[in-house]
């Protein structure tokens, strides 16, 4: 029977093919043809259910397509139980994704792992070893990503990435467990992991771990950079605060909610894991707003010229102006003249600083720490992260930006086997050679 499979698998066209002999004629051999047809239009299936043009320069093409039909096929499942009444679709895809990024036991004898709170939110936090001749370690607040709604600081990706930093840095790493969509909406993502970090910031806290107050940076990923960047331009602002952050590492960060049709956008519309609507339903999700807004949005109705709400703050991400030629190529601007301004008069969250960190008034970016931000060619948000560098250099800000040609949303945390990528390898060590070089 694998023969079978294996023949319609490099035959491709398993309808056009003829059948190969195993499969056919012969006395007592229908129920194994039947079986055979049966076989083969399954994978048929599967086949056309996981394929999905990619461009040819992203890592390992056939795994991300596998990856994406997977997380594809839990959104299905997940819609499927919210149509049926049964849970909020966020909280059963959460479910599936936490199920699936169970960890299998693991141990590092250079890493000791306590899950704790911090000012009432829980946080893990990864200890690593006292690097010989020193008597204080450095540290990395971390926040992970998942559309503000999704993940957990537990599940195998992000731990063994938190665990990968504390070893290799012989660092302290919070990873916060702050709540999601629908437990709570913007801005208590932001008000938990300020309550978690302030606590740790707290002199007697660091004495504690054996953290250096002086080399302390903040970091995230996707939403989890949204929140980091946030909690950045917070702190800054806060004379209460004692410490600063050293610096700011912002992995393939959503930063704003204005365009949805910068050239990233338009070029990744479809590209996976995370395709423009879906970003687009999470921003809708973080704010508890109305779906039907979604369609209107992606034509940036929100934004049109008539949106007076909207005008001060269009050249804070005008692509046009801040981008290079290299990057806007062919791609026109997306700004219609007239759209729907009931959208941010439902949703002024949208056009806040808190939930963009790109449309951020110059004076409070001036202060920013030294800043790292990653991007991926083949996502919808990396000219978000190109935008917010163009923006933080102009301000005076120190800035490195490390691009990945190859690199897709979400890959910094797919390095082990079987999700592994070889562009989630190579982000990795590049994150945590700037981080080992600045903090
Ligand atoms: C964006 O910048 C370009 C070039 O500086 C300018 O011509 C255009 O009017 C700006 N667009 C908006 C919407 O501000
Ligand atoms: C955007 O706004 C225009 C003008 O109000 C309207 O005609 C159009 O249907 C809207 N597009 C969407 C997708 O809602
Ligand atoms: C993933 O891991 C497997 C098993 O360790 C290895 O054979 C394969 O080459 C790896 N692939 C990539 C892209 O790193």
């Known amino acids: 029977r694998s023969r079978c499979l294996?023949?319609?698998?490099?035959?491709?066209?398993?309808?056009?093919?003829?059948?190969?002999?195993?499969?056919?004629?012969?006395?007592?051999?229908?129920?194994?043809?039947?079986?055979?047809v049966l076989l083969a239009a399954l994978v048929a299936l599967a086949a056309y259910y996981v394929y999905i043009p990619l461009p040819g320069a992203v890592s390992d093409p056939w795994k991300l397509m596998l990856l994406d039909a997977t997380f594809r096929g839990a959104q299905q499942v997940s819609n499927l139980i919210h149509y049926l009444g049964l849970s909020h679709h966020l909280i059963a895809l959460n479910f599936i994704i936490i199920a699936f990024g169970k960890k299998s036991a693991w141990s590092s004898a250079h890493v000791q792992v306590t899950d704790t709170d911090f000012d009432g939110v829980e946080v893990r936090v990864f200890e690593g070893s006292l690097k010989p001749g020193e008597s204080l370690k450095r540290s990395v607040v971390y926040i992970h990503g998942g559309g503000w709604a999704l993940a957990s600081a537990k599940i195998r990706y992000y731990d063994e990435l938190c665990a990968a930093m504390a070893e290799e840095l012989n660092a302290v790493i919070v990873s916060i467990e702050y709540r999601l969509v629908p437990q709570v909406y913007f801005p208590e993502q932001i008000h938990d992991i300020a309550r978690a970090t302030k606590y740790f910031l707290r002199p007697e806290v660091l004495q504690k771990y054996k953290v250096d107050p002086g080399r302390i940076g903040i970091s995230g990923d996707s939403a989890g950079g949204n929140l980091a960047a946030a909690l950045g331009q917070q702190f800054i602002q806060d004379a209460s605060l004692q410490n600063k952050l050293k610096l700011q590492a912002l992995i393939y960060p959503v930063l704003q909610a204005l365009d949805f049709n910068t050239p990233s956008y338009q070029q990744n519309v479809n590209t996976p894991i995370l395709p423009r609507y879906v970003m687009v339903k999470y921003w809708v999700d973080y704010f508890k707003g109305n779906y039907d807004f979604v369609q209107a949005m992606i034509v940036n109705n929100h934004t049109s010229l008539d949106v007076k709400e909207a005008a001060a703050l269009r050249a804070r991400v005008n692509w046009t102006s801040l981008l290079p030629a290299a990057i806007t190529k062919h791609y026109k601007p997306v700004v219609p003249a007239t759209g729907d301004a009931r959208i941010v008069q439902e949703i002024p969250e949208l056009l806040d600083a808190r939930s963009s960190p790109l449309i951020a008034d110059q004076e409070v970016l001036r202060l920013l720490p030294k800043t790292y931000i990653l991007t991926c060619e083949h996502d919808v948000l990396r000219d978000d992260g190109?935008?917010?560098?163009?923006?933080?250099?102009?301000?005076g800000v120190d800035v490195t930006l490390d691009h990945f040609e190859d690199g897709f949303h979400g890959c910094m945390i797919f390095t082990s086997w079987p999700t592994n990528f070889s562009v989630g390898i190579r982000t990795r060590n590049s994150f945590i050679r700037w981080l080992d070089q600045n903090l």
């Open 386 to 395: 190109l935008m917010y560098a163009k923006r933080l250099e102009s301000a």
């Open 6 to 36: 294996w023949q319609k698998l490099a035959g491709g066209l398993w309808v056009a093919s003829p059948l190969p002999p195993g499969c056919t004629g012969g006395p007592s051999r229908g129920r194994m043809r039947s079986s055979c």
